[in-house]
């Protein structure tokens, strides 16, 4: 069983549909509410921490192509798809997700690349 910080940096590296870096993961969480274990907003720090853990026990690797940039291992990708939408329902996910694609969690609107469609289609 993964820690609560770890299994949500999962959750939302998997919502992420593509190889992401450890900040786009973090302002995933950030824009999903959802707190790190010491009941707090994620930081950088923390996220950091659980991907490490993450890496270290095969559930996550870093993109061959894309240092910084971290994607679920292909073998547990579906089963960990399916725990995600079995504890936080598509419909809960799916304006979050679109607002993060949409504005980078920046505030600054940005257009949709096909990876972040593929994640959405999936929630609806």
Do not use: C
Request: aromatic share 8%; hydrophobic share 40%.
């Amino acid at each position: 069983r993964l820690p609560h910080d770890a299994l949500n940096a999962l959750h939302a590296l998997t919502l992420g549909a593509a190889p992401r870096p450890r900040t786009w993961v973090m302002g995933l969480m950030v824009e999903l509410g959802w707190r790190d274990s010491q009941n707090r907003r994620y930081t950088n720090d923390t996220v950091r921490e659980a991907l490490a853990l993450l890496a270290t026990q095969a559930w996550i690797a870093e993109a061959s192509t894309k240092p910084g940039f971290w994607q679920v291992h292909p073998l547990v990708l579906s089963a960990v798809y399916r725990h995600l939408l079995d504890t936080h329902p598509g419909p809960a996910l799916q304006p979050a997700l679109v607002r993060h694609a949409h504005f980078g969690g920046l505030g600054g609107e940005r257009s949709y690349g096909s990876e972040e469609e593929e994640g959405i289609s999936h929630l609806a």
